[in-house]
C-alpha cells in the first residue's frame, strides 16, 4: 500500500471522447506525475504537477491535460480520445520533484 | 536523446541468485531507480542509486556506475513471489526531473 489512490480502476469509452482520471497523492506529498503504460512496455512520463503547477511534460500531444488542486491531489484529462490511447494510467506522488516517486494502482483504460 | 535496455525475460530457480542489468544513455543524469511490478499491479519502489557503488536491501542490492552507464539488480534466496517485472527507471536533470522507464525485464522463478 503506497497510499496513492488512483480513481476509476477501470474505464471503456469509445473514440472521440473524453476523459478524466484522477488521483490522490500520499500525505505530505506535494509531487504528482502522470505516466502511460501500454501492454508489455515501462510506463511513459506524460507530466508532472508540483504545487499546483505543471512541472514538465513529456512527448505527449496537447489533448493530455491536467490539474493539480491545493490539497495536491490531481486530474489527467484526455480528450478527443484514440484506439492508441488505451493502457494503463498510472499516478505516483512524492515528497517533492526530486524524490523516490510511489505509484497508484492505476486505471486501465480501453478505447473502443 | 534518452536510451534505457534491460533484457526482455529472465528465468530463474528458487533459492538462486539472479542479476538483471540496465544499461543507460541520458543527456542528464540525477538518480536510477528500480521498481517490481506484479502483473496487472502499480511498481513499487526498490531501490535508488545515485552515487556510484552498491546499496544493500534486505534480499536485494543494486549497483551503479556512473561512467559506465550501467547498474544491475541483484536477487538473493529467490522466492515464488519473486516473479514480476523488473523496472529499471533513470531520473533525468534535464529542465526538469522527470523518470525515464525501461520496458522491463520480465523475471520467472520456478520451483
Known amino acids: 500500500e503506497t497510499g496513492v489512490t488512483q480513481s476509476p480502476t477501470h474505464l471503456i469509452k469509445t473514440r472521440g471522447q473524453q476523459v478524466t482520471l484522477r488521483c490522490s497523492s500520499q500525505s505530505g506529498h506535494n509531487t504528482v506525475s502522470w505516466y502511460q503504460q501500454a501492454l508489455g512496455q515501462g510506463p511513459q512520463f506524460i507530466f508532472q504537477y508540483y504545487r499546483e503547477e505543471e512541472n514538465g511534460r513529456g512527448n505527449f500531444p496537447p489533448r493530455f491535460s491536467g490539474l493539480q488542486f491545493p490539497n495536491y491531489s490531481s486530474e489527467l484529462n484526455v480528450n478527443a480520445l484514440e484506439l492508441d490511447d488505451s493502457a494503463l494510467y498510472l499516478c505516483?506522488?512524492?515528497?517533492?520533484?526530486?524524490?523516490?516517486?510511489?505509484f497508484g494502482d492505476g486505471t486501465r483504460l480501453s478505447i473502443l | 536523446g534518452q536510451n534505457i535496455d534491460q533484457p526482455t525475460e529472465m528465468t530463474a530457480t528458487e533459492g538462486a541468485i539472479v542479476q538483471i542489468n540496465c544499461t543507460y544513455q541520458?543527456?542528464?543524469?540525477?538518480?536510477l531507480f528500480w521498481y517490481q511490478q506484479h502483473a496487472g499491479e502499480a511498481p513499487t519502489f526498490l531501490s535508488y542509486?545515485?552515487?556510484?557503488g552498491l546499496e544493500e536491501k534486505g534480499r536485494f542490492s543494486s549497483f551503479l556506475s556512473r561512467s559506465k552507464g550501467y547498474s544491475y539488480l541483484l536477487l538473493k534466496e529467490l522466492q515464488m513471489k519473486d516473479s514480476a517485472s523488473y523496472l529499471c527507471a533513470v531520473r533525468d536533470l534535464t529542465g526538469f526531473q522527470k523518470l525515464v522507464f525501461g520496458t522491463g525485464t520480465r523475471l520467472l522463478v520456478s520451483p
Open positions: 541520458t543527456s542528464g543524469f540525477n538518480g
Open positions: 542509486n545515485v552515487l556510484d
Open positions: 505516483a506522488s512524492s515528497l517533492g520533484p526530486d524524490q523516490p516517486q510511489h
